[in-house]
């Protein structure tokens, strides 16, 4: 049976996945930098890229441990190359060219989001392709028809900032820390959004496109102007209010999708589908629609290398293995070949 290990570096978490041939999840390490980047509010590039340098050869190492392998029993070796951060991503390149070339061994280079859309595999009730799915995080907010796990076709993505980023700013602004998603989504659950509206960013559905960075400026002028008047408020019910804006637009648009291309499975995926409200919220729709909706457990909506992995073994199967040439790319779309 084939063995893949997957490494993920290209943010602020160093990952590290062992996973066999019928894409069963034998290890999965997951090293945070949340404790480096906190007191920025936000991660810092340069040090995302040292910490991954001090973690990596440990994370890899306790995969294998975990997985009771040794790296001679390994098949390949998958490896995130794009998008991301160039400093986080040449570590885990680095890392996984010297790796399977030492061991003689292919290596893989995956696209961060194509890993995202394979976590479809590691839900409760695995997918396949055809299915409209929404990737949504702090770096991206993207929506895609997936028709087959080789044809994927672009309906939607942000024009500016993206919803987990929007989570953080407004974190960072209600004074909450780092990382923002899962503070307001807490506070929320004790907040009531209507004493706290926000309008709901770029709503129209005549395009599928999505925009936020309007939402986090109507925080800014509601906290200015309670703070003129001289009001009182409560910070759950802002989070409650600017955390439903932010659902419902994901919602409304991903559902929208779904429609408009007759999709009966529905992937939402990323960090943000961690959210409470976003999994409630989807799962009502579905329901209320027919949809089948596909959200994964927690660990594989945030960055982590079980789904690189998977996604690694998909390529593998399609020879879509790489040269140790290759080199990682900050900007990769999914539609493009990329590194090869």
Known sequence: ?????????????????????????????????????????????????????????VVVREALRRAEIGAQNLSAVAVTSGPGLIGALLVGVAYG??????????????????????????????VDPPFVALIASGGHTSLYHVKAWDQ??????????????AFDKAAKMLGLGYPGGPLIDALAKNGNPARARFPKPYPTLENLNFSFSGLKTALLYYLRDQEKAGKSF????????????????????????????????????GGVAANSELRARFTDRGGDVGCRIHIPPFRYCTDNAGMIAVAGLRLLRTARAASLAFEPQAHWNLQDPGPG
């Open 1 to 57: 049976m084939a063995v893949i290990l997957g490494i993920e570096t290209s943010c602020d978490e160093t990952a590290a996945a062992v996973v066999s041939s019928d894409a069963t999840i034998r290890a999965d390490v997951i090293w945070s930098q949340q404790d480096v980047h906190s007191r920025f509010g936000g991660v810092v590039p340069e040090l995302a890229g040292r910490r991954h340098l001090e973690t990596i050869d």
């Open 97 to 126: 060219k010297a790796l399977a070339f030492a061991r003689g061994v292919p290596v893989v280079a995956v696209n961060h989001l194509e890993g995202h859309l394979s976590a479809a595999l590691l839900c409760e009730k695995p």
């Open 152 to 165: 994927t076709e672009l309906l939607g993505q942000t024009l500016d900032d993206a919803a987990g980023e």
């Open 234 to 269: 409560a910070i759950a019910d802002v989070a409650a209010g600017y955390q439903r804006a932010i659902v419902e637009v994901l919602v409304d648009k991903t559902m929208a999708a779904a429609e408009r291309v007759g999709a009966r499975d529905v992937v939402v995926t």
